[in-house]
């Protein structure tokens, strides 16, 4: 596939680079973008030796989508729900700059929660923030829900595309990208939720059926998800780290 490139980097790591222009954004269904995918099973094995090669892999491919000097940085989803705190988990280890000055990369960040718990919904509270502050880019980082029951905890992705919060789990929000934000806009995410009929299909080598409502609305996480999180957020925040000031 000409759109598509895949690099192994070692044993356990690859990167994926799939650039979606006009014609494949038809035929997909997907936002025209580049996204970019670094696979490992470091996470799932716990090897955490293995931890900075791939946060420095990422920061990499996030950094190339990043513009210019200033960024804010999002961490969306709900905090008190294990598979969804991503956002939180990475907003909680970055290194904030903003107040500092003195020629280093500004970097900021918000967490907006979600709409439940705060009565704002999660664009308004990062939209108000990024019209106040003017970043060139704002990072946008979630928890995703995985197309495929092995890239749970092990696809590391980022996107110029955007990211519509909640689409996953069929809870469409705002979306958030270049056009409703007015900057650079980059999402960041991992899979750490799956489908019931995903499982299912993934078992029977692919095949597609019709499981019926309850199966096919039941969203489920691995049981040991707590220490997968927070194992992805320590990589995802090295990697925003590394990114900005090259360092973990």
């Given amino acids: 596939m000409q759109n598509c490139k895949t690099r192994r980097i070692t044993k356990t790591l690859s990167r994926t680079d799939v650039t979606v222009d006009k014609e494949l954004s038809a035929r997909?269904?997907?936002?025209?973008?580049?996204?970019?995918?670094?696979?490992?099973?470091a996470v799932k094995t716990n090897d955490k030796p293995e931890y900075g090669r791939v946060a420095r892999e990422f920061g990499s491919a996030i950094k190339e989508l990043v513009k210019g000097g200033s960024c804010l940085i999002a961490g969306l989803g709900n905090p008190n729900m294990t598979a969804d705190a991503l956002g939180k988990k990475v907003a909680d280890r970055l290194m904030i700059t903003r107040h500092i000055g003195g020629g280093v990369p500004s970097v900021s960040c918000v967490i907006p929660n979600v709409l439940g718990v705060t009565?704002?919904?999660?664009?308004?509270?990062v939209k108000g923030v990024a019209d106040r502050i003017r970043p060139d880019t704002v990072i946008v980082v979630d928890s995703l829900a995985g197309a495929q029951?092995?890239?749970?905890?092990?696809?590391?992705?980022?996107?110029?595309?955007?990211?519509?919060?909640?689409?996953g789990v069929s809870n469409h929000r705002m979306r958030f990208d270049s056009e409703s934000l007015g900057c650079n806009v980059v999402s960041v995410g991992v899979p750490l939720v799956v489908y019931a009929s995903t499982i299912i299909s993934d078992a029977l080598g692919g095949e597609k059926r019709d499981f019926g409502k309850e199966i096919s609305s039941l969203v489920v996480t691995p049981k040991d998800i707590d220490l997968l999180v927070d194992d992805c957020a320590e990589i995802v925040a090295r990697a925003v780290n590394f990114c900005f000031f090259g360092e973990e």
């Fill in 28 to 41: 997909l269904n997907k936002p025209q973008g580049k996204y970019i995918t670094v696979e490992t099973d």
């Fill in 149 to 167: 029951t092995g890239r749970l905890a092990a696809a590391f992705q980022v996107s110029s595309a955007g990211i519509t919060p909640g689409s």
């Fill in 119 to 125: 009565g704002i919904e999660s664009f308004d509270i």
